[in-house]
């Protein structure tokens, strides 16, 4: 069980083109705030701390770990904050349509929590590079039929697999069920499916393959992953 401090910890956003601060302020929005680690610190000056540069290389370790261009994902010094409802939220990571990743540092951030957030932002990551080849292929295609069995109501059924995901579902505003590979943020102004699954991704990372967790979410986290790679492959 995690602490309320860890919990709160564990906000996150992200983002892809110009909906990007849209997306990090939906996610970061059902997250109570941190408090500036060092707010009278300039990102020149934190970027230099041992504990930063530490930090850092530990995230570069995790993302070759996870098979992923190390290139490609960042710590950043920048503490993105924004006020919501007269209460001010932190985001800790996003993820852009480029593949880039950006995780933001925070003193307090363990290294297991860092490999928990990369993970969330990386499926993410995958869950958009699928969504892509299904949109650009025709109804009646392979990734079509083979996701065909993930109907709209078939995973709100299910809701989700963590609080965070959970409240993408409570904060869902769409008329219907929201559907896979839709633009779930413009339809119902949350993204209970695509914030699901990356949640899957971090809690296979946090307790390994043996976690229990809903087993319709874990086919179609990991139907995804397998696209993911042939795509990748090709
Ligand atoms: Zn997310």
């Not at 570069?60 to 920048?78: C, E, H, N």
Request: some cysteine.
């Amino acid at each position: 069980m995690r602490s309320r401090l860890e919990a709160r910890l564990q906000s996150e956003g992200r983002g892809f083109g110009a909906l990007s601060i849209l997306r990090c302020w939906l996610g970061a929005a059902l997250r109570t705030a941190l408090a500036a680690a060092a707010p009278d610190q300039t990102a020149r000056e934190i970027e230099n701390l041992s504990h930063f540069l530490k930090k850092q290389e530990t995230l570069q370790r995790l993302a070759r770990a996870f098979g992923y261009d190390a290139s490609k994902v960042t710590l950043s010094p920048q503490t993105k904050t924004f006020d919501y409802l007269g209460q001010s939220f932190t985001s800790e990571g996003q993820s852009f349509a480029n593949g880039c990743i950006e995780i933001y540092y925070d003193p307090q951030m363990s290294d297991a929590r860092l490999g928990c957030c990369l993970a969330h932002e990386l499926q993410h990551v995958r869950y958009f590079l699928v969504r892509d080849a299904y949109c650009a292929e025709p109804a009646d295609g392979p990734l079509h039929r083979r996701f065909a069995k993930y109907a709209p109501e078939a995973l709100a059924a299910q809701r989700g697999v963590s609080n965070y995901s959970n409240e993408h579902w409570d904060a869902w505003k769409g008329g219907a069920p929201p559907t896979l590979f839709s633009f779930e943020l413009e339809e119902g102004g949350s993204e209970p499916i695509n914030e699901t699954i990356a949640e899957v991704a971090k809690a296979l990372y946090n307790w390994g393959p043996d976690v229990r967790i809903n087993p319709l979410w874990r086919e179609l986290h990991d139907a995804i992953n397998e696209e993911y790679t042939a795509l990748h492959r090709g």
